[in-house]
């Protein structure tokens, strides 16, 4: 059996999603659970035995909306054929636009399922703040990017940050902008914070509204392939399904 990166056994067969649903219910102290996530792909399993045994609890009223976490474009297709797929969970930040390359992103406009990305900061990667200075440098916050992380890892990490700058255009794009570049590609974003005023800021982020040309300066300061290395490791994209 697979097991998901925190040591959880990988269990896709439909008994199992039953079991798994009654629980989130019951810990969740609800009748219904707006949108049910399969977070990873069970390759031991059938995507359309999964789906449908999800798909069943719609049916009951248990479930209202069905997602994928982490899915290939063609698993995705799958999955939407035996039932319609709300939303799948990516990664997408513009340290990592693996999805946009990889047909992913494609097919979920293609089928109108909505995109949900998760770590839209780079796991960690933010701009050095520098009132003197209209680009900054990313960098890595303490313990915001585990060393398990290839492309976060020295002496990768120090062979591309150093290539890039984030432009900040009267402060309108400092550390919130990968937040609005992400929102730009249609995403709705995870937020994670441990501060109040994070959370603020992040929240704000949905009211800026990029032009072009921030747009393509943002695309210019961290252009596709400067970003070296692999956005997690070998055993963790191998439970990834891309």
Not at 84 to 102: G, H, K, M, W, Y
Not at 121 to 150: I, Q
Not at 170 to 179: I, K, T, V
Not at 222 to 230: K, L, N, R, Y
Request: glycine share 8%.
């Amino acid at each position: 059996m697979d097991f998901d990166a925190d040591g959880t056994p990988l269990d896709g067969r439909a008994e199992h999603v039953r079991r798994a649903v009654e629980r989130s219910l019951h810990h969740l102290e609800t009748d219904t659970i707006d949108l049910y996530y399969l977070h990873r792909v069970d390759p031991a399993v059938p995507i359309e035995e999964t789906v449908g045994a999800m798909a069943e609890l719609v049916t009951a009223g248990k479930v209202r909306h069905l997602g994928l976490s982490e899915a290939a474009a063609a698993t995705i297709r799958r999955a939407h054929a035996v039932h319609p797929i709300t939303a799948v969970q990516s990664e997408l930040s513009l340290f990592s636009r693996d999805l946009l390359e990889n047909g992913i992103k494609e097919v979920l406009d293609e089928l109108g399922i909505g995109l949900v990305a998760f770590s839209p900061l780079g796991r960690g990667f933010l701009p050095e703040p520098s009132a003197a200075s209209t680009t900054s440098t990313p960098t890595t916050r303490a313990g915001a990017c585990p060393a398990s992380r290839p492309r976060a890892s020295p002496p990768i990490s120090h062979s591309w940050t150093g290539s890039v700058r984030l432009p900040r255009h009267r402060g309108r794009l400092r550390d919130r902008s990968p937040w609005s570049r992400v929102a730009a590609q249609g995403a709705v974003s995870i937020p994670g914070t441990k501060r109040r005023a994070y959370l603020e800021e992040n929240v704000g982020a949905a009211d800026i509204a990029l032009t072009t040309a921030e747009l393509s300066a943002l695309d210019s300061a961290v252009p596709t392939g400067a970003v070296t290395g692999a956005r997690d490791t070998v055993e963790g994209l191998a439970r990834t399904n891309h």
